[in-house]
């Protein structure tokens, strides 16, 4: 996969084990009915060759009616030990089932909370391959490993002692080439992982080029990069396929070489056996022979298991310990559990006091305040990289805002529950994500149910505001329109509308609009400027923004550079000042009036 490797994160074993019995303890339940019915499964199965026996011996002293009845016992016990099998098999495997969920569960609700740090050591890839794969590994672990391993130790109870108790000589010669067999699976079991995985991993490759590609489709075909894409394609196809091809001979080779060890067992008890009911036949039968054949058969299988078990032991632990280091990942942003505050409290009042922020090691805000009494507007301006994202989203706690520097009247807002905070403060990113699915969608994602008629109405007049109206009724399917892949389908202005659709739309106490303007053209730039005047009545608005224009509007313009607050006042003030913003304001009326020309 080509995300970034992330460093293994030592841990001591024993926290996969915990969690694991954690997990199995809460299905205990279903583990132990599961166990009972394995116990009661491997009893009757145990029963049938014993019946052999009796059967063959009736009938080579021809006794039919006796031999007939014996029949009828299999068939009674084959019957209930079908019963049990499948219902301990149901049992097991539904409790593997039931701590993947569990665990899936887990994972999406931790991920929800971890912030960019995280996702920077960790990609995409890694994430899903985590939240699929890994979880698949714990489910075989639990459900087919916690099976066979009961079931293995079932089977030998019952039948090794009935062995020994008929004949303890054969019973040692025909049991010798078992540990050979578990020997063998295990190494086969090894290989098997290997090429399973290399196969997985080609699929990886591949599948992450296709997406790769399918995203940048644009660059693709503007640099026409077709053909080379292709033979990168063709060769990823190629080094899947022998992946699988590798793995499929390895499949074929695994079973007949098993075959041939059960076999050699065969072998020794026909040979060993005939021998000795030729030399002292009334110690030994032909019907032991048969009942020695069928206990064996019921061991083989899971000696083979057992073989399995070691890597699905190994392989089920280092998945556990691979979602362990997303469950351990602590959030960027913790949340509090501190004396909530309600939404409704809150009028909206910002203040900013000497906010530092370094982004690895390096300075990014050094030392800004700033006061927006409540309902009033305030904008940011600033060139590109002076830090004025940074703050717009430490704002809303999008970044680990520091203790003791963002108040939200008078609330540190590290103290204030997230919930309550995302639900007073609302962000409309710069560079906004898309979720691929309707425009409708997009603008009334924050919404208990978007696709409602009454949320219909908030939507279109969301999309006014946002002056995107006219272009969505364009579109051939209106607000139902599918953006595409994190909004292909649409252009930047475009994209950065809809999420000050999404941010209006909520009705926020606080408006954090980080620079919505930025890829919009001048007239545009005026309405949404009018509808955002009109949507911020009574609100508090953060406006970050290059254009004078817009922060002209606003009671009071901060100016931030490399981090620092350089002007501040209103607009009148700061060009009256002749600093930093009024040179800003006249490049762009000289460029204002260059473009009329
Ligand atoms: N995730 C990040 N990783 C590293 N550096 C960042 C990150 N985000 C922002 N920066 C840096 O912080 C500084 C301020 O960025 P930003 O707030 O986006 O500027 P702008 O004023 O253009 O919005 C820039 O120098 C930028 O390179
Ligand atoms: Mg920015």
Redesign the pocket.
Known sequence: MSAAPTAPVSRPPSRAWSLLRELLVAQRREVIVGVVFLALSSVTAGAIPQCIRFASDALMASRAPRAMAFALAIAAFAGLGAWFRVASRLRVFNAGREVEFVLRERLLAHLHRLG?SFFQRMGPGEVMSRATNDLAQVRLLVGFGGLNLVNAVFAYLVNIPLLFMRNPRLATLALLPFPVFVFITQGFGRAMFARSRAAQDALGVMSERVQRVLSGMRVVRAYGLEASQRAGFDQDIDRSLEANLSLARLRGVMFPVLGLGAATASFIVVWVGSAQIITDPASFTVGDILAFQSHLALIAWPTIALGYLLSILQRGRASVDRILDVLEASPDVDDVDAAPVEPESLDGALSVRDLRYA??GRE?LAGVSLEVPAGRRVAIV?R????????ARLLARMLPTPAGAVFLDGHDITRIPLATLRAVVGLAQ?EPFLFSTTIARNVAFAEPDPDAPETRDKVRSALGSAQLMAEVDAMPEGVFTIVGERGVQLSGGQKQRVALGRALLAQPKVLVLDDPLSAVDTRTEAAILDAIDEASRGRTLVL?THRVAAAARCDQVVV?DAGRVVEAGTHDELIARDGLYARLAERQALEAELEAM
Do not use: F, W
Not at 384 to 391: D, F, H, I, N, Q
């Open positions: 960019p982004i690895e990014v600033g590109t990289g002076a830090g004025k994202s940074v703050l710069q970050v931030l």
